[in-house]
């Protein structure tokens, strides 16, 4: 069984900074991407930034320039740092993990992030 837990959400004012965690525990050995998504009230989820075993980063343009997603493999965690953020923001952030071997995916039970404006 595989588990994310999220942490870091909460309510900033806009211009503010927040910095999302996520650990991973459970059966997840091998090679695995992980990354952020967004969900905004009457909205799809979408992709926020993600990052590959070898680091390679994608970001949605929506954050480029302000948010830095990084891991620490020895931890099994990815983190969000998130700057100069805007209240279109706010939206509950998922960690999503990806076995690379055979492709299952998980999430996390997500973490509201508010921004005020």
């Known amino acids: 069984q595989v588990q994310l837990l999220e942490s870091g959400g909460g309510l900033v004012q806009a211009g503010g900074s927040l910095r999302l965690s996520c650990v991973a525990s459970g059966s997840i050995f091998g090679l695995k991407t992980m990354g952020w998504y967004r969900q905004a009230p009457g909205k799809q989820r979408e992709l926020v930034a993600v990052i590959t075993p070898g680091d390679t980063t994608n970001y949605a343009d929506f954050v480029k320039g302000r948010f830095t997603i990084s891991r620490d493999n020895a931890k099994n965690t990815v983190s969000l740092q998130m700057n100069s953020l805007k209240p279109e923001d706010t939206a509950v952030y998922y960690c999503?993990?990806?076995?690379?071997?055979?492709?299952?995916?998980?999430w996390g039970q997500g973490t509201q992030v508010t921004v005020a404006s």
């Open positions: 999503r993990l990806e076995m690379l071997l055979n492709r299952d995916i998980y």
